[in-house]
């Protein structure tokens, strides 16, 4: 049948099922993976079916560079009704003046926000990785680390910021940066004290909130923007968006810079199926439902801390205020590398993750990383979390007891409780059949 006038018969009809089996076999299986797993790594969630309309959008081949209304190519009128669409929900949404939602990610984000900002060399206070900082906050394997000269914060013996320390470190060092905001520091960060500082040295401040920004939006943590030079955040993690990230600011001027440090500064043309993904979660965040999501997300990740330190694990900065939390493996004698493999296998999926003063590499870790934000949004309650706190406990107990040894009948065990409360909360109903 000509179904298609195209060079390849069946190009605009034939779907990824019968034309690249391979491709759409490894779709499916991480489509039933998401199903029947726990996903609890922090920076994940689970997009809406509406998001994933726009992705999966014809918008994906129209090419813009520049920005609405100032393009380099022509044909954008549509493109731009949905970048504009998307920089006035985040501008309502975090209550600011200027928004650009073009970054492929947090760390462009961050990159673009050092373009518009430094100078090659220029001093940079970050909080250090084994703390829980980002790569992109002037780590030494990034470029933000290679190219600028960074100077890192930690945290005290209880896993807190020391603001002294902080403001010591800005008044020996001078830098141009400071950044606040982590992807394992769990609690609240005092964004004013932050800026106290910054002010006082003279430098910008840099608040990064990619692992609370959903809380902010649903007014759930405090928001940085009213004291941060510039904000950014990632789209994907509890904001329960599609991947990509945003910079947000209040200051004209320094909106121009950014936008110029974005395009062409580090990127070229716009992913705008990932923008429209933007523009439809941000719109899911501006909906009341929102704000009980946000709130159901805090209450879950403190019910996961409280149950663990109940099982006697001992929890990094004891709680948290963000959607994540970090378990200390040490008085448990086990690494973060053989307890995430011994909890994956029990259908329970988190990461391990470097605590503060940790000494094994990266690779290895003493602490494990949780996050609510996807089990959330998957409908688990306080009485689900407990249930998963129990199960990390029992799991990691195990291990302990035997010396480090995984357990394979508890870890069996596990896996099949977990599949049945996964089929009680099911997720993408009807997708890929
Ligand atoms: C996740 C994260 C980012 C962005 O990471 P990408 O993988 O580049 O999107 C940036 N900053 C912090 C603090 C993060 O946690």
Request: glycine share 10%; with cysteine.
């Amino acid at each position: 049948m000509n179904d298609s006038p195209a060079l390849e018969p069946g190009y605009f009809l034939d779907r990824l099922q019968s034309t690249d089996p391979e491709v759409h076999a490894a779709l499916a299986d991480e489509l039933r993976r998401q199903q029947e797993g726990i996903e609890l790594i922090a920076s994940e969630n689970l997009v809406s079916r509406a998001s994933l309309d726009a992705l999966a959008s014809v918008i994906v081949n129209k090419t813009v560079e520049g920005r609405p209304g100032a393009r380099y190519y022509g044909g954008a009128a549509h493109a731009d009704r949905i970048e504009a669409l998307a920089i006035e929900r985040a501008r309502r949404l975090f209550g600011c003046a200027f928004a650009n939602v073009q970054p492929h990610s947090g760390s462009q984000a961050n990159q673009a926000v050092f373009l518009a900002l430094l100078e090659p060399g220029d001093t940079v206070l970050g909080m250090a990785l084994d703390a829980g900082g980002h790569l992109s906050h002037g780590a030494a394997v990034n470029l933000t680390g290679k190219w600028f000269d960074p100077v890192r914060y930690g945290t005290d013996a209880a896993g807190l910021i020391d603001l002294g320390e902080v403001e010591r470190l800005a008044h020996e060092h001078r830098p141009r940066l400071i950044i606040c905001g982590g992807s394992a520091y769990p609690r609240a960060i005092d964004f004013a004290g932050f800026r106290r500082i910054a002010d006082a040295v003279g430098a910008m401040l840099l608040a990064d909130m990619a692992h609370f920004a959903g809380l902010v939006a649903g007014g759930a943590h405090p928001s940085p923007l009213p004291h941060a030079h510039v904000t950014t955040a990632t789209t994907y993690k509890n904001l329960r968006g599609a991947r990509g990230g945003i910079i947000l600011t209040d200051d004209a001027d320094l909106a121009r810079r950014l936008d110029s440090a974005v395009f062409p500064g580090v990127q070229g043309s716009v992913i705008l199926n990932a923008v429209a993904a933007k523009a439809v979660c941000l719109g899911e965040a501006l909906k009341p439902a929102f704000r009980a999501y946000a709130a159901q997300v805090l209450a879950n990740a403190r019910c996961v801390a409280d149950t663990l330190m109940a099982r006697g694990i001992a929890i990094v900065a004891g709680g948290t205020d963000t959607p994540l939390l970090v378990a200390d493996l040490r008085p448990l004698g086990l690494t973060g590398a053989a307890a995430s493999d011994g909890l994956e296998a029990a259908g329970l999926t988190c990461n391990k993750n470097a605590v503060p003063g940790d000494t094994q590499p990266p690779r290895v870790t003493s602490g494990l990383r949780f996050g609510a934000a996807a089990g959330t949004t998957r409908g688990f309650r306080e009485a689900e979390f407990r249930q998963i706190g129990d199960w990390i406990a029992d799991l990691l107990h195990a291990m302990a007891d035997a010396g480090g040894a995984r357990d394979k009948a508890e870890e069996q065990a596990v896996r099949t409780e977990v599949r049945a409360l996964c089929r009680a909360f099911p997720i993408y109903p009807g997708l890929g059949t």
